[in-house]
C-alpha cells in the first residue's frame, strides 16, 4: 500500500481506539483538521495521491470501517434510530466530508471549508448520540451550528 | 463570471478564435479523461487537428492553456448549474438536483469524477492564477446553493439562524468528496449515500 495510506491508517487506528464519547469525537476531529492542513503531513499527500485505485479503495475502506467501529462505540447501546446514527452511511459522509472538504481547502488555502464539511458530516450524530445514555453530553461547537 | 485571464488576451480574427476554442474543447475533453499531468500539448495537437505553431500562436505554454481550460470548464459546470439551482425553493427541488448529478456521473460509472473538482485537485498545488480562478468558481457555485437554502428559509422549511453559507460550503464537500467515492470505486452508490447524508441533515435542521 502507498506509504501515506498506511501512515494515515496507523494514526487513525490509534486515535480512533481512544474515542470513547462524543467530547473525544469532536476532539478527533479538531485535530483532523489540523493535519489535513499540514501541506507536508502523510493526511495531507494521502488525500492528493491519485495512487494506484484498488490502493486508494483498501485506504478509503479501512478508514471507514475504522470510523464506523468508533461510532458504534461512541453510540453505546440502546435504541437510536435515524439517519444521524446509520454509523455505515455516516462513516461514508466523513470520509467523503474529508476529501472533498480538503479539495475545497486547498482552493481557498483555510482551514474553513474543511471544517464546514466535517460539521455537516458530524454534527447531527455527535447531536443525536450526546443525548443518549453513557455519553459525557458534549457535542463540542457542533450543537451551536443552527443557533 | 471570472476568469483565468485568458478569455480574452487580444483581439482575433473570427478564424482565430474559433481555432483557439477548437484548441481549449480539446484539451478540456482529453485534461477531464486523463487528468492535467497525463496531458501533453501533443496529445491537444493532435486531438484538436491544429498545428503546433498554432497552438503556441495562441498560447505561450501549457500553464496557459490549462488556465483557458479552466475558464471553458467553470462556465460549462456554472451555467449548468444555474439552470439546476436558480429556481429550486424545496427539499424536494434539492434531491431532484442530487439525483440529475448522481445520474449523469452514473453514465460513466463514476469514472472521471467532476470536471471542475478534478482541475481542483490537479492544479491547485502548481498554479496559482488557477487556483484563484477555480476558487472564485467554486464561490459562485457554492452561491447558488446558498441562494436555495435561502429561499427554503424564506418558505420556512430552514430556520431562519440556519447557517446557510456554511451548509453549503458542507453540502459542495460532500459532493465532491462523492465524486472522488464513485471515481475510486467505480460506482455512483457512493456518491449518492454522501449527498443524501448531507441533504437529510440539512433537512433534520427543519426538525430542531
Not at chain 1, 68 to 81: K, S
Request: glycine share 10%; charged share 20%; with cysteine.
Amino acid at each position: 500500500m502507498h506509504a501515506d495510506f498506511a501512515e494515515v491508517l496507523a494514526h487513525e487506528a490509534r486515535s480512533l481506539a481512544a474515542v470513547t464519547d462524543v467530547g473525544h469525537l469532536d476532539g478527533w476531529r479538531h485535530r483532523l483538521v489540523a493535519h489535513v492542513m499540514a501541506p507536508q503531513s502523510a493526511y495531507a499527500k494521502a488525500l492528493r495521491s491519485d495512487g494506484e485505485p484498488a490502493a486508494r479503495a483498501a485506504f478509503l475502506d479501512q478508514w471507514h470501517d475504522l470510523l464506523a467501529t468508533t461510532l458504534v462505540r461512541v453510540l453505546g447501546p440502546g435504541p437510536a434510530a435515524g439517519p444521524a446514527t446509520d454509523v455505515h452511511r455516516t462513516a461514508l459522509l466523513i470520509v467523503a466530508a474529508v476529501h472533498g472538504g480538503a479539495v475545497l481547502s486547498r482552493l481557498t488555502q483555510d482551514a474553513g471549508p474543511l471544517s464546514a464539511s466535517l460539521e455537516l458530516a458530524l454534527g447531527p450524530f455527535l447531536r443525536t448520540a450526546g443525548r443518549g445514555p453513557g455519553s459525557t453530553g458534549s457535542g463540542g461547537a457542533l450543537g451551536t451550528m443552527a443557533s | 463570471m471570472t476568469s483565468a485571464g485568458t478569455a480574452s488576451p487580444r483581439r482575433l480574427t473570427a478564424r482565430g478564435a474559433k481555432t483557439r476554442a477548437r484548441i481549449v474543447a480539446a484539451a478540456a475533453d482529453l485534461m477531464y479523461v486523463r487528468g492535467v499531468g497525463m496531458t501533453t500539448l501533443d496529445d491537444v495537437v493532435a486531438a484538436s487537428g491544429v498545428s503546433k505553431s498554432q497552438l503556441y500562436h495562441h498560447f505561450a505554454g501549457k500553464d496557459a492553456l490549462v488556465r483557458a481550460v479552466v475558464d471553458l470548464t467553470g462556465e460549462r459546470v456554472i451555467e449548468r448549474e444555474r439552470d439546476a439551482l436558480g429556481r429550486v425553493s424545496t427539499m424536494a427541488g434539492l434531491r431532484r438536483w442530487r439525483d440529475s448529478l448522481v445520474q449523469n456521473n452514473a453514465l460513466r460509472h463514476g469514472a472521471y469524477g467532476c470536471a471542475l473538482g478534478s482541475l481542483a485537485s490537479d492544479v491547485a498545488d502548481h498554479d496559482d492564477v488557477a487556483r484563484r480562478a477555480l476558487e472564485q468558481l467554486f464561490a459562485e457555485w457554492q452561491g447558488l446553493l446558498a441562494d436555495v437554502l435561502r429561499r427554503l428559509q424564506g418558505t420556512g422549511a430552514l430556520p431562519a439562524d440556519a447557517p446557510v453559507d456554511q451548509l453549503a460550503t458542507g453540502l459542495m464537500g460532500a459532493l465532491q468528496g462523492g465524486y472522488m467515492l464513485a471515481q475510486t470505486a467505480r460506482d455512483v452508490a457512493p456518491m449518492g449515500t454522501s449527498i443524501d447524508m448531507a441533504l437529510a441533515h440539512i433537512d433534520s435542521l427543519s426538525a430542531r
